[in-house]
């Protein structure tokens, strides 16, 4: 139990260390330690490996906790239940989208690409059906606008992107009672954007015009359902901030360093376990007295 407490912190701190200087470097570890994270109950079910030291036995019994474990099992789960449920629903939405949505075409990559009323900005959707959906009105958008909002979106399926969220999500869901995974997975949030805005600029768009269209989709408001927009509010300032900064080495040393951390953590963190406390064995000289002494010595003549 204490290595769903632990490695929630080591994840955090190396996360944050390999964006001490730049909060937009690569997902990749961001992702890792999410998955990680996902899944590290499982190997609380596993034999544990005796490393740690024996507990010392205290001489009065220990109190009793104040949250009996069933309640904390209760809990948790019905935080997971509450973030399991949003989760299906937003796959649900998404299945709407896709009735409501009227085709448009299939790129070279075999994402769809469909529009659909009432969405107020393009959003990259979908883990096994790709798909970019384009608000009404898409057709008369210039074609440098189009094109520029297509690089951004494919981007976010090149990379993976929907199922890299999706992952998050089910550690939020595992860790709801964390912030520190809340925060992990907002800043993934914000690194695969910033990720996908650099495809772009790589291009050659213009990073002063990129920002302006930003501006733009954003003033348009939040987006409806789960996916990748190409503009949140919440995320602008941020992004354009980035997109106006130079790029900063990308450290590769240091981040392997952190990486290998974090996978270590993940796997041996839950698997250690206390060494078994030492028994004493009984000296067979003071047996064999006990043994033969009288347990009446006052009736002895």
Known sequence: MNALIVFPLLAAAAVWLAGRRDASRDPRLTTLALALLAIAPLF???PKIPLLPAPVLAEAPAAAPIFPFWVLTALWLAGFLFCATRLMLSAIGLTRWHRRSTFIETTSDGVEIRELDGLRGPVAAGVFRKTIFVPTGWATWDDSTRE???????????RHDPLVRWIAAMAVAVHWFNPLVHWMNRRLALQCEHACDRRVID???????????????????????????IAEMSSLEARVRHLMTPRASRGF??????ASLVIWGGF???LLGRK?????????AEV????SANPFPADSP
């Open 44 to 46: 609380l079910f596993l």
């Open 148 to 158: 520029t909002v297509l690089l951004h979106e494919l981007a976010h399926h090149r």
């Open 276 to 284: 078994a406390t030492p028994v004493n064995a009984p000296d067979q």
């Open 253 to 258: 040393f240091t981040l392997a360093a952190l």
């Open 288 to 291: 064999e007295m006990r043994l």
């Open 268 to 270: 041996l963190l839950p």
């Open 203 to 229: 291009t050659g768009v213009r990073a002063d015009r990129y920002a302006e269209m930003l501006c733009r989709f954003a003033a348009r408001g939040r987006m409806d359902a789960a996916g990748l927009a």
